[in-house]
């Protein structure tokens, strides 16, 4: 199996465990370090979390340019570049942590709901964060050099084997009585064994040399030109889901900061599994992007990819808005109560239903990378969503959580609007012909489904566990045998059956 498979392997397994470990672990650490102290680790970590947007994608530069210099047989350029790339990420640092400096002394004011040894904590946690940022920044650059190598299988399995610890060690060190402090220290510890361990491989099996023969100002130029749109894209995703706890740290309580992360948290982990399956698609997206595919071509196969997500989107967004409360008041509920656990139910099931239509629409992505026109989609979205934030700054003074996430993903949904428009203009994609045949049938028979689910609901008046399971199981039962006879066309119905056949015919065997 090639480096390529095995990577992408790898990459569904890290998907799976952040999820899955994630929503097992978040009920755990909020146990131990308490709604008011969570609040204040998980927005610290975003308000240092913005701070990495300083990296300007030099990452994905550096994988790009790597591969570049060596499918060219340049070993002088590469060991140039590298280095230079090196000298900019210490110039990086040291900004991070003038900054880091900076901001330092004015979080007492910034945190204007958190008394004085909240604020303490919340110092402490910061400094660390930005001892971590400043090192974590140019040791990213390490994993670069090793996907410019094409060697996908080292730092993708390290990645694994650190989450994995991690997971351990932080359970080990909560139940010993840690706290937010604690984590933090545990993340600085693994980040520096991952980049040490990351830089012997790159400097012991892969041979990489970095060397400066000539620092050119035109050459600056070129790796910041190539970076300048991953950077734009990462303003877009900072926007999406930390800008909320800027505004919300500045009049909130760290208990209200809890249930909005939570609820983030929560409803990011929606599109994950389906944003993977899409991304799959991207070589297919540029291969028809060099082949001048026509419009019509591009909408079958974006219609054909929709159509999947839709499938499994629904599903998740049918069982959370059937089951969704009842799940996160087991889940959280213990430590945020009735009302905090319900809160956190509707900002999730509103990123959920906001999600929906782009992440259905991940092919059209995909295209607009492989053709080069990815700028509209990042000026479109980055216009959006800071007026969605702005908006939301001023409802978050009312409803809190709710007010700011609503705005921010309506935000979301206008540029997701206009971006239709554009696919339909310039890129010649069929829109109305993607809806018409997406939702032909199967929206309809979904909408039956959880017609017939709702009623699991007055079966029972338990609220646990096993009552849950039950539910959810009957509704996934429901929902594929339906989906499958009713919803599918027969090219999807081959897609999941030819697997399970092809298994069953191995046990007979």
């Known amino acids: 199996m090639s480096q390529l498979k095995k990577g992408a392997i790898l990459n569904y397994t890290t998907i799976f465990l952040t999820n899955v470990v994630g929503i097992l672990m978040t009920p755990f650490i909020l146990n131990k370090l308490g709604k008011e102290e969570?609040?204040?680790y998980i927005t610290v970590g975003a308000l240092v979390g913005t701070i990495s947007l300083l990296d300007f994608g030099l990452n994905n530069t550096v994988t790009r340019f790597v591969a570049k210099y060596r499918a060219e047989k340049k070993q002088k350029e590469e060991e140039n570049f590298l280095a230079t790339t090196m000298l900019i990420y210490l110039v990086i640092s040291l900004i991070i942590t003038l900054i880091g400096i900076g901001f330092y002394g004015y979080l007492d004011n910034y945190f204007t709901k958190m008394d004085s040894d909240q604020i303490k904590i919340a110092q402490t946690i910061y400094v660390i964060f930005i001892f971590n940022l400043a090192v974590g920044l140019p040791g990213g650059a390490l994993t670069g050099i090793c996907y410019g190598y094409e060697t996908f299988v080292f730092p993708k399995s390290l990645n694994i084997a650190r989450y994995i610890m991690r997971s351990i060690t932080v359970v080990a060190i909560l139940s010993l009585g840690g706290k937010s402090i604690a984590l933090v220290i545990i993340d600085s510890i693994f980040n520096l064994l991952i980049i040490l361990t990351t830089a012997f491989y790159i400097f012991n099996n892969l041979k990489v040399k970095i060397k400066l023969h000539q620092l050119s100002l035109k050459f600056i130029k070129e790796i910041f030109s190539y970076s300048t749109w991953i950077f734009v894209f990462a303003l877009v995703a900072l926007f999406q889901w930390k800008a909320g706890h800027w505004v919300l740290g500045r009049i909130a309580l760290p208990s209200v900061l809890t249930i909005y992360g939570v609820g983030i948290a929560l409803g990011t982990y929606y599109g994950a599994f389906s944003s993977a399956i899409s991304s799959v698609f991207l070589p297919r997206a540029t291969k028809m992007a060099v082949n001048n595919a026509s419009g019509e071509e591009l909408t079958t196969m974006m219609i054909k990819i929709g159509r999947i997500s839709f499938i499994i989107l629904m599903y998740i967004l049918?069982?959370?808005?059937?089951?969704?409360?009842?799940?996160?008041?087991?889940?959280?509920?213990?430590?945020?109560g009735i009302e905090g656990s319900h809160e956190i139910w509707i900002i999730a099931l509103i990123i959920m239903i906001g999600?929906?239509?782009?992440?259905?629409?991940?092919?059209?992505?995909?295209?607009?990378?492989?053709?080069?026109?990815?700028?509209?989609?990042?000026?479109?979205?980055?216009?959006?969503?800071?007026?969605?934030?702005?908006?939301?700054?001023?409802?978050?003074?009312?409803?809190?959580?709710?007010?700011?996430?609503?705005?921010?993903?309506l935000g979301?949904?206008?540029?997701?609007?206009?971006?239709?428009?554009?696919?339909?203009?310039?890129?010649?994609?069929?829109?109305?012909?993607?809806?018409?045949?997406?939702?032909?049938?199967?929206?309809?028979?979904?909408?039956?489904?959880?017609?017939?689910?709702?009623?699991?609901?007055?079966?029972?008046?338990?609220?646990?566990?096993?009552?849950?399971?039950?539910?959810?199981v009957s509704y996934s039962l429901v929902y594929i045998v339906s989906i499958y006879y009713f919803g599918m066309i027969k090219s999807e119905k081959r897609l999941f059956s030819t697997p399970i056949e092809k298994i069953i015919n191995k046990l007979k065997k």
């Open 355 to 409: 999600l929906t239509i782009p992440l259905i629409q991940y092919f059209g992505t995909s295209v607009l990378e492989a053709q080069g026109r990815i700028a509209f989609k990042a000026i479109i979205y980055l216009i959006f969503l800071i007026i969605g934030t702005i908006i939301g700054a001023y409802f978050a003074k009312q409803y809190e959580g709710i007010g700011m996430v609503l705005c921010s993903v």
């Open 38 to 40: 969570y609040g204040i």
């Open 412 to 472: 979301m949904v206008a540029a997701q609007f206009c971006l239709n428009f554009y696919y339909a203009k310039v890129v010649k994609i069929n829109i109305l012909r993607f809806f018409k045949e997406v939702f032909n049938k199967t929206f309809f028979v979904i909408i039956l489904i959880v017609t017939i689910s709702n009623s699991f609901n007055y079966i029972s008046s338990s609220y646990g566990w096993i009552n849950f399971l039950l539910k959810a």
């Open 318 to 336: 049918g069982a959370f808005i059937l089951f969704g409360n009842q799940f996160v008041y087991l889940w959280v509920g213990k430590e945020l």
